[in-house]
């Protein structure tokens, strides 16, 4: 099976923006979807396809994929961003395989 | 609005078999489609795919999971369920059911269910 990688953790400032990253050769194949959880919270879906935002999602959040590398934005970090947050693609294998990448850490100072 | 709320036991002891349900409202299982998936995360861990099925009952596991999971669908009830055998103490996690959409460019989870803590210990 394919694997997903992120950074564990990353910072911004308030009001600045932050690109998160996620690896792996599956992502030539498919798009990324992109995941945010909050502490004792259910994920919650931000970005998915080449860059949609379900509703209710601001539009501060953006995504954008090349070659093996997906990336989701957030342009004007606020504090209420601050989350782990992880990418999902399906695997490259063939098979209706899935995998979550391994997360990142977003600390909005 | 579609909902999706995962029940079931919240303690389950070592070896012994974990069973949950997802009943959804707000929309068919039997819409076309949409499969239905359950995720994990683990204390302190990342989040895991373990499987996913569609109304008509075909399903796909994780391959490190697949020796042991079993995920069935009730249309009439409007649930689906998941069954993990010979649990131990690295199946502790928060368990999820959402609805697993997909399109010629991709698969997203969208919504979750709250999430339901299962502990396995004696």
């Known amino acids: 099976s394919s694997e997903l990688t992120q950074d564990p953790a990353v910072s911004v400032a308030l009001g600045q923006t932050v690109r998160i990253t996620c690896q792996g050769d599956t992502l030539r194949s498919y798009y990324a979807s992109w995941y945010q959880r909050k502490p004792g919270q259910a994920p919650v879906l931000v970005i998915y396809g080449k860059n949609n935002r379900p509703s209710g999602i601001p539009d501060r959040f953006s995504g954008s994929s090349s070659g093996n590398t997906a990336s989701l934005t957030i342009t004007g970090a606020q504090a209420e961003d601050e989350a782990d947050y992880y990418c999902y693609s399906r695997d490259s294998s063939g098979y209706h395989h899935y995998v979550f990448a391994t997360g990142t850490k977003v600390t909005v100072l | 609005q579609l909902q999706l709320q995962e029940s079931g036991p919240g303690l389950v002891k070592p070896s012994e078999t974990l069973s949950l349900t997802c009943t959804v409202s707000?929309?068919?299982?039997?819409?076309?489609?949409?499969?239905w998936g359950w995720i994990r995360q683990p204390p302190g861990k990342g989040l895991e795919w373990i499987g996913s099925?569609?109304?008509?009952?075909?399903?796909y596991y994780n391959p490190s999971l697949k020796s042991r999971v079993t995920i069935s669908v009730d249309t009439s009830k409007n649930q689906f369920s998941l069954k993990l055998s010979s649990v131990t103490a690295a199946d502790t996690a928060v368990y999820y059911c959402?609805?697993?959409?997909?399109?010629?460019?991709?698969?997203?989870?969208?919504?979750w269910g709250q999430g339901t803590l299962v502990t396995v210990s004696s």
């Open positions: 959402a609805r697993h959409a997909y399109d010629s460019s991709g698969y997203w989870f969208d919504p």
């Open positions: 707000g929309d068919s299982i039997s819409s076309s489609g949409f499969y």
């Open positions: 099925i569609y109304w008509s009952g075909s399903a």
